[in-house]
């Protein structure tokens, strides 16, 4: 079945609230609904492609370089033309012959799914080089190719999945992009194999079962959220249901269908969020059975993950992550380390067996709890993990005059504020190993680092998402006064 799209109920998309509000016609002629022939010229930092038309830039989701296509204005701002994809006139030579997934034009999730792979890593490696550029204490700085797990396809082991439509006629997918429109996965080429099963059978549990799917219009129904997990190791899958209230008996009979169906769910927990926002996930978690984790490997590391548990999308370029950070931060079995943001203690445990001592810093109490776990499952007695406010905890670990020879940063796709990095700079370490997903708040807080005696000597972009235009990069600081020792 090909995939469709639920569209959205009240408020409707970013887009149509646009049009209602901002949207105007132009003096070059530019009106919503008008077919314009374009010719692509590059693509944003999104993958969105831009071409010019009548004086005003427009971005068309879907296009390459080069591609010279008919596009179809779907919104005018003052600042911003948006067009969808109509037809390609004449194709990018960047094109692949046949894209891999049929519903790339539909979804949107994947803007780089239809070009070469090797130019999707030559893009991305641009991208990161652009975003140093824009310092003049970055310039020296050469960003070599990316490093690239093996799988292109299928390589997705976690996926936060939409819940929408009715019981008779569910919806199971991703948001469209700019909207609240729900587009329903089939097979989605991205996904882990066993992900697309799980989705399949819930979709037909909601069915079977009449399992009532939210409404957000009048706030009725249940099913609000799909979560899924899989363990490439333990071949184990964990599902999560969220639901706008406890509502057992529903979730009870759907978890027995689904795991009827696919034994390989292992574990299904109902996390209830009553809120109205964009948020996933609320407080409270019930589980339906009795295992609460499913257990992986990355590279060396045994990992358990609960439902909320933040881990890499990625095995294997997890994997490369995190050698990536263990081999610069230059470690012989001496060094103190300090870890900040340290989530489940993915990075922090791989630092352990050629470190003195490891200190992992997170603000959530649940990430902590499993980073303690997980210290124990790898008898990591050379680790230990702390739940609390970044900045607080700096500021103790300070007055303490405890002393760290490598600190690593790895946070949100936000970057550092700067007061974390003023405290850090005060500890003056070695070396500072950054890992980071954006290339652009990386450069400005490397910059920052630059003014406080700290000298960036190399980076490396990690592919993380092929066909998407995400990009990780880990980054070594080292002293100023080492470098020029």
Request: proline share 4%.
């Given at each position: 079945m090909k995939s469709r799209i639920k569209t959205a109920g009240k408020g409707g998309s970013a887009r149509q609230k646009q049009a209602e509000t901002g949207e105007q016609e132009t003096s070059s002629g530019l009106r919503r609904g008008v077919a314009v022939d374009l010719l692509i010229e590059r693509l944003d930092d999104e993958g969105i492609g831009i071409?010019?038309?009548?004086?005003?830039?427009?971005?068309?989701?879907?296009?390459?370089?080069?591609?010279?296509?008919?596009?179809?204005?779907?919104?005018?701002?003052?600042?911003?033309?948006?067009?969808?994809?109509?037809?390609?006139?004449?194709?990018?030579p960047l094109r692949l012959q046949r894209c891999p997934c049929s519903d790339a034009a539909l979804c949107l999730g994947c803007p780089?799914?239809?070009?070469?792979?090797?130019?999707?890593?030559?893009?991305?490696?641009?991208?990161?080089?652009?975003?140093?550029?824009?310092?003049?204490?970055?310039?020296?700085?050469?960003?070599?190719?990316l490093l690239t797990p093996e799988r292109r396809l299928g390589y997705r082991t976690t996926a936060k999945l939409a819940v929408a439509g009715t019981h008779a006629d569910p919806y199971i997918g991703i948001y469209r992009r700019a909207s609240h429109d729900v587009v329903d996965l089939e097979d989605c080429p991205l996904h882990h194999p066993m992900i697309n099963t799980v989705i399949r059978v819930v979709r037909e549990g909601i069915r079977k079962l009449k399992?009532?799917?939210?409404?957000?219009?009048?706030?009725?129904?249940?099913?609000?959220?799909?979560?899924?997990?899989?363990?490439?190791?333990?071949?184990?899958?964990?599902?999560?249901?969220?639901?706008?209230r406890r509502a057992f008996n529903e979730i009870h009979h759907l978890a027995r269908f689904l795991q009827e169906k696919v034994p390989q769910?292992?574990?299904?927990?109902?996390?209830?969020?009553?809120?109205?926002?964009?948020?996933?996930?609320?407080?409270?978690?019930?589980?339906?059975?009795?295992?609460?984790?499913?257990?992986?490997?990355?590279?060396?590391?045994?990992?358990?993950v609960s439902p909320r548990s933040f881990l890499q999308a990625q095995n294997d370029g997890a994997r490369l992550l995190y050698e990536t950070a263990r081999d610069w931060a230059g470690l012989d079995g001496s060094q103190q380390v300090l870890d900040l943001y340290c989530g489940?203690?993915?990075?922090?445990?791989?630092?352990?067996?050629?470190?003195?001592?490891?200190?992992?810093?997170?603000?959530?109490?649940?990430?902590?709890?499993?980073?303690?776990?997980n210290a124990r499952l790898n008898n990591a007695r050379n680790c230990?993990?702390?739940?609390?406010?970044?900045?607080?905890?700096?500021?103790?670990?300070?007055?303490?005059?405890?002393?760290?020879?490598?600190?690593?940063?790895?946070p949100p796709r936000k970057g550092c504020d700067?007061?974390?990095?003023?405290?850090?700079?005060?500890?003056?370490?070695?070396?500072?190993?950054?890992?980071?997903?954006?290339?652009?708040?990386?450069?400005?807080?490397?910059?920052?680092?630059?003014?406080?005696?700290?000298?960036?000597?190399?980076?490396?972009?990690?592919?993380?998402?092929?066909?998407?235009?995400?990009v990780e990069n880990v980054a070594l600081v080292v002293r100023k006064e080492l470098k020029t020792a």
């Open positions: 071409a010019h038309s009548q004086g005003r830039q427009i971005l068309v989701a879907g296009a390459l370089p080069q591609d010279r296509c008919l596009a179809r204005i779907s919104h005018l701002g003052k600042t911003v033309v948006f067009a969808d994809l109509v037809k390609l006139i004449d194709p990018s780089l799914i239809a070009m070469r792979y090797g130019e999707q890593l030559r893009w991305k490696q641009d991208l990161v080089q652009a975003a140093f550029n824009q310092y003049p204490s970055l310039k020296h700085i050469v960003v070599p190719r399992v009532p799917v939210y409404q957000e219009k009048n706030k009725s129904g249940i099913l609000r959220y799909l979560v899924v997990r899989v363990s490439e190791s333990s071949n184990e899958v964990m599902v999560t249901f969220v639901t706008a769910v292992a574990v299904v927990c109902q996390n209830v969020n009553s809120s109205e926002g964009n948020v996933i996930f609320g407080a409270h978690d019930h589980f339906l059975t009795r295992q609460q984790t499913i257990q992986e490997r990355i590279g060396q590391v045994e990992l358990l489940i203690g993915g990075i922090a445990l791989t630092l352990a067996p050629v470190a003195r001592q490891v200190l992992g810093v997170e603000l959530n109490k649940d990430a902590v709890a499993d980073a303690k776990r230990r993990f702390e739940a609390g406010d970044v900045l607080e905890l700096l500021d103790d670990l300070l007055e303490d005059e405890l002393r760290f020879d490598c600190i690593v940063l790895n700067q007061d974390v990095l003023d405290k850090v700079a005060e500890f003056a370490p070695e070396r500072i190993v950054y890992v980071s997903c954006s290339p652009q708040t990386l450069a400005r807080d490397l910059d920052i680092l630059a003014t406080k005696g700290f000298h960036c000597e190399k980076v490396q972009p990690v592919e993380m998402f092929p066909q998407t235009p995400h």
